[in-house]
Nanobody, 124 residues
Framework: QVQPVESGGGLVQAGDSLRLSCTASERTLSRYAMGWFRQARGKEREFVAGISRSGGRTDYSDSAKGRFTISRDNAGNTVYLQMNSLKPEDTAVYYC?????????????????WGQGTQVTVSS
């Protein structure tokens, strides 16, 4: 079992940047594809970004393209989500997810383990 843990959320103003981090006490994240999802109040959980095990492939939601960057440091057992030009509509709880495969997935049901989430609030 893998228990990812997110950090880096907070309250920022529109246009600001944040970097979310995801790690796990078990030094195993390098074995798996990883994803970031978010869930705003009253809405379903949605895909934000994903990265393959090697880091060679990434994918983004339309809302994240051009503003967010997912990356990974396998040696450091950490996955990042760099978020720039934040908008109020980016306000949500952001979740890190582990997919026990080498290829990234786009849907929540393709992921096997989830973190507790970190709140990101963007004020206008």
């Amino acid at each position: 079992q893998v228990q990812p843990v997110e950090s880096g959320g907070g309250l920022v103003q529109a246009g600001d940047s944040l970097r979310l981090s995801c790690t796990a006490s078990e030094r195993t994240l390098s074995r798996y594809a990883m994803g970031w999802f978010r869930q705003a109040r009253g809405k379903e959980r949605e895909f934000v970004a994903g990265i393959s095990r090697s880091g060679g492939r990434t994918d983004y939601s339309d809302s994240a393209k051009g503003r967010f960057t997912i990356s990974r440091d396998n040696a450091g057992n950490t996955v990042y989500l760099q978020m720039n030009s934040l908008k109020p509509e980016d306000t949500a709880v952001y979740y890190c997810a582990v997919r026990m495969a080498s290829t990234l997935g786009l849907r929540p049901n393709e992921y096997d383990y989830w973190g507790q989430g970190t709140q990101v609030t963007v004020s206008s």
